[in-house]
């Protein structure tokens, strides 16, 4: 079973920054994916962004492009969000997503960090 654990949530103003994390473990094998996606209150959970472990592609929704940008650490077995010019509309739970092929898709998703943006 794999662990997610997130960090670096917080409160911030609206144009500041901040950077989320996420480390797996309980896993020997890399994972296919991992990204992140969040969820505002009252909203269903909507993507954000995502990175291929081997290749390195990512995709990002088009309401964070050019904002976000997601990056891994293939050592550490973590994925980072670094999210610049944040907006009042990215406040959520940002919750940290793995895939794993095993012996079949393993979806796995962190417990979430609260952001908050302010204006």
């Known amino acids: 079973q794999v662990q997610l654990v997130e960090s670096g949530g917080g409160l911030v103003q609206a144009g500041d920054s901040l950077r989320l994390s996420c480390a797996a473990s309980?896993?020997?094998?890399?994972?296919?994916?991992m990204g992140w996606y969040r969820q505002a209150p009252g909203k269903e959970r909507e993507f954000v962004a995502r990175?291929?472990?081997?290749?390195?592609?990512?995709d990002y929704a088009d309401s964070v492009k050019g904002r976000f940008t997601i990056s891994r650490d293939n050592a550490k077995n973590t994925v980072n969000l670094q999210m610049n010019s944040l907006k009042r509309e990215d406040t959520a739970i940002y919750y940290c997503?793995?895939?794993?092929?095993?012996?079949?898709?393993?979806?796995?998703w962190g417990q979430g960090t609260q952001v908050t943006v302010s204006s």
């Open positions: 309980g896993r020997t094998a890399s994972p296919y994916v």
């Open positions: 997503n793995a895939v794993y092929i095993v012996r079949g898709v393993e979806n796995s």
């Open positions: 990175i291929s472990w081997s290749g390195g592609s990512t």
